[in-house]
């Protein structure tokens, strides 16, 4: 079985959905499907081979351009909520099946023809994180990887001598984290990611997908809600007893970092990457 694994990225919707899509590639190598993962940009691609052993991957700028490269036999999943239902029922109607991994929650598939993975079933953490390590990085803040109208430079204050470091987004420009260095401890380049994320004491962050990561790490995770970012993500995360700040707030900060939290580390699955896989291949074949 041929799969075309689409992945929506880039500098302006980072690598959330590439962070744990391509655990489920992997998985899905392993069963001996030929994988090719598709994203929005090269460097997506290349982060994808360099941090997660990703072999094919190829730029597909718009999503209807993947019937330029995969043929009617071939198998195509979408791990994208920007897909319409007009162009999902067409995909449909051109691949027989399709698989769409959604954030939301409250999605709902079209008809048989459609696999929906969303809310809970689609919360896949990549083993790697679930590994024993020695927490010695203190508090850490990972906005995310993209930051294109670099709104970070507008509430970086509300972090200023609470002794937090800063870990760089992938897509951050050039000389950007020298800008904000007077609001952080120190600033950790976007290259030492797992190190970082497992390796901090408590991990502040508006990445949903790093918030998961860092609480199956046990690096004791807070969310801070970007307002770009949807509201069911704050219910999600709260769930997993993740604490949830809906807006930058210096005190509001300080406060929960100095209370001890109780975490549902217990809530995820190391097992996460390859269930999905399983309901990949089992309805496709």
């Given at each position: 079985m041929r799969l075309y694994y689409y992945i929506e990225t880039g500098h302006r919707?980072?690598?959330?959905?590439?962070?744990?899509?391509?655990?489920?590639?992997?998985?899905?190598?392993?069963?001996?499907?030929?994988?090719?993962?598709?994203?929005?940009?090269?460097?997506?691609?290349?982060?994808?081979?360099?941090?997660?052993?990703?072999?094919?991957?190829?730029?597909?700028?718009?999503?209807?351009?993947?019937?330029n490269i995969a043929a009617p036999a071939d198998k195509v999943v979408l791990d994208s909520d920007s897909v319409g239902g007009a162009l999902s029922d067409d995909m449909a109607d051109y691949y027989g099946k399709l698989v769409r991994i959604s954030d939301d929650p409250h999605s709902s598939a079209a008809s048989s023809r459609h696999l929906l993975i969303s809310g809970s079933e689609a919360e896949i953490v990549d083993p790697r994180y679930f590994e024993e390590t020695e927490h010695s990085f203190g508090d850490v803040y990972f906005w995310g990887d993209d930051d294109y109208e670099q709104e970070l430079s507008g509430v970086c204050d509300t972090f200023k001598e609470s002794g937090t470091a800063l870990l760089e987004g992938h897509y951050f420009f050039l000389r950007y984290a020298s800008e904000l260095q007077g609001s952080f401890e120190t600033v950790y380049e976007?290259?030492?990611?797992?190190?970082?994320?497992?390796?901090?004491?408590?991990?502040?962050?508006s990445s949903p997908q790093s918030a998961l990561e860092a609480l199956a790490a046990?690096?004791?995770?807070?969310?801070?809600?970007?307002?770009?970012t949807p509201e069911f993500w704050c219910?999600?995360?709260?769930?997993?007893?993740?604490?949830?700040?809906?807006?930058?707030?210096?005190?509001?900060?300080?406060?929960?970092?100095?209370?001890?939290?109780?975490?549902?580390?217990?809530?995820?699955?190391?097992?996460?990457?390859?269930?999905?896989?399983?309901?990949?291949?089992?309805?496709?074949?």
């Open positions: 919707t980072g690598l959330d959905r590439l962070r744990r899509s391509a655990p489920v590639i992997n998985a899905l190598e392993r069963r001996g499907v030929d994988v090719t993962m598709l994203t929005n940009d090269f460097r997506a691609g290349e982060y994808a081979k360099e941090q997660f052993g990703i072999r094919k991957y190829v730029s597909v700028d718009v999503v209807r351009n993947i019937a976007s290259e030492s990611y797992d190190e970082v994320l497992k390796g901090a004491r408590r991990f502040i962050t046990g690096s004791s995770p807070i969310f801070v809600k970007k307002s770009s219910d999600r995360l709260a769930e997993h007893s993740v604490p949830v700040l809906e807006v930058f707030d210096r005190e509001s900060l300080l406060s929960c970092i100095e209370r001890e939290n109780e975490y549902e580390k217990g809530s995820l699955s190391p097992q996460s990457a390859g269930n999905v896989a399983d309901m990949i291949y089992d309805f496709l074949i």
